[in-house]
């Protein structure tokens, strides 16, 4: 096997420059030829590399300073949303206190209309029971009353005779007069 660089240095394998033909040795034909486009590449690829290179690179500080940013605003707002949060349980436990004391007044001021009514309607009741006392043994006076006066006329009229009514009569209209007499 040949040496590799003898394909370079050596004359002899080089093919004359009017021939035109495929050079088979696959070992002297690629090296030249990746070493011809990576030179290409490097010289001409160099500031189109270097641009792309530079245009990533500032994306990509972009992209940081806009995620510095919006993690800046997001933990400002998180903080905002903290300081409302605390606030409204704040206001809360107020809303709660002041409902369970003002449940606790209602209850007493119910409890203590309850006991007024319920007064009321016991002096209601005694005075209801009272005036239907009353009225009941005003019903018996008057009853009583009737019996005892019937049985009085019934009386009066079973002993007394017309002469004895009539000295009665007689009596009573002499007293009206001796009444109206002193009074005037």
């Given at each position: 096997m040949k040496n590799v660089t003898d394909s370079f240095v050596s004359p002899g394998h080089w093919p004359s420059a009017g021939s035109f033909g495929f050079n088979t040795d696959i070992l002297a034909t690629n090296p030249i030829n990746l070493s011809v486009v990576i030179g290409v590449l490097l010289f001409f690829g160099k500031g189109v590399l270097s641009d792309?290179?530079?245009?990533?690179?500032?994306?990509?500080?972009?992209?940081?300073?806009?995620?510095?940013?919006?993690?800046?605003?997001?933990?400002?707002?998180?903080?905002?949303?903290?300081?409302?949060?605390?606030?409204?349980?704040?206001?809360?436990?107020?809303?709660?206190?002041?409902?369970?004391?003002?449940?606790?007044?209602?209850?007493?001021?119910?409890?203590?209309?309850?006991?007024?009514?319920?007064?009321?309607?016991?002096?209601?009741?005694?005075?209801?029971?009272?005036?239907?006392?009353?009225?009941?043994?005003?019903?018996?006076?008057?009853?009583?009353?009737?019996?005892?006066?019937?049985?009085?006329?019934?009386?009066l009229n079973s002993c007394l005779s017309n002469e004895l009514h009539l000295r009665t009569i007689n009596a009573n209209i002499g007293m009206f007069g001796a009444m109206k007499d002193i009074t005037d």
């Open positions: 792309l290179l530079d245009n990533r690179k500032l994306r990509i500080v972009n992209t940081i300073r806009n995620s510095e940013e919006l993690r800046g605003r997001a933990i400002e707002q998180l903080e905002k949303a903290r300081a409302r949060l605390r606030k409204v349980e704040m206001e809360a436990d107020q809303f709660r206190a002041n409902g369970y004391s003002e449940i606790e007044r209602d209850k007493l001021n119910l409890i203590n209309s309850t006991y007024k009514t319920l007064e009321q309607l016991e002096n209601y009741k005694n005075e209801t029971i009272h005036f239907e006392q009353q009225r009941a043994i005003n019903q018996v006076r008057q009853r009583v009353f009737q019996q005892a006066l019937q049985g009085a006329l019934g009386t």
